[in-house]
């Protein structure tokens, strides 16, 4: 069953969390480490489903704990948990084909940030519906980035003003994303560039600070404090 949060919404979130997680060191699938007493994908579902537009949930889970998730998140939210792929693009399209054909706006979005507001959901799903076909919340660069070659010999500084660190969820209009995953030829690490490689322009529109990815050991620490100054949603 599909689930229906709010009638009135038209925005389905999709979730991948099927990824290993390596670099957050041993421990099972990373959306299932535990913040705070609870996994990662548990935070995170409860942001999204906090957020008013949000109609539609839609978790990719490794196959093998497709019945432990769905356990997991059914006193949280109404989902659809399906069996997600070896990679991360192929978790999104298996989700994405178990979303209604008449939900107009879909949002991509990683159990890692788990710490995400529902504010900022709101916000790139107001974009999308306001015309844009594809929307990317971001923060600036604000270290100094260098442009290393050969023996690891600096050829130059990058000027940090024109790059921006990009955060999920990412939005689309329903067509486009699935335009893009249908043209799919490359395995890239986020949605936003399977829509650049069809000539969809991406807008930016500004991220948050929460929205922190958790993918090594300190970021857990880091989420850990930010844990108990987040406002937990409703």
Same mark, same amino acid.
């Given at each position: ?175 486009? &994303? ?43 620490? &880091? ?12």
């Amino acid at each position: 069953m599909t689930g229906q949060l709010n009638a009135r919404g038209d925005v389905a979130v999709l979730v991948p969390a099927a990824g290993a997680g390596l670099r957050l060191g041993p421990g099972g699938p990373k959306a299932l480490r535990m913040l705070g007493g609870e996994p990662l994908l548990a935070h995170a579902v409860r942001r999204v489903a906090a957020a008013p537009s949000v109609r539609t949930i839609v978790v990719a889970a490794p196959a093998a704990e497709v019945a432990a998730v769905r356990a997991l998140l059914s006193p949280i939210a109404d989902v659809t948990v399906v069996p997600g792929g070896a990679e991360r693009q192929e978790s999104v399209a298996s989700a994405l084909a178990a979303v209604p054909r008449d939900v107009a706006i879909v949002l991509v979005h990683d159990a890692a940030r788990a710490l995400t507001p529902p504010h900022l959901i709101e916000s790139v799903a107001a974009a999308v519906r306001d015309g844009l076909p594809a929307v990317v919340p971001v923060l600036p660069v604000v270290d100094t980035i260098k442009e290393v070659g050969p023996g690891e010999v600096v050829h130059g500084t990058v000027d940090r003003t024109v790059l921006r660190s990009v955060q999920t969820p990412q939005g689309f209009r329903h067509d486009v &994303l699935a335009a893009a995953h249908a043209a799919a030829s490359d395995l890239l690490t986020d949605d936003a560039g399977l829509v650049e490689k069809i000539g969809v322009a991406v807008t930016c529109v500004p991220g948050s600070e929460l929205a922190l990815k958790i993918t090594r050991p300190l970021d857990l620490v &880091l989420a850990e404090a930010l844990l108990g100054l987040a406002d937990p949603p409703a």
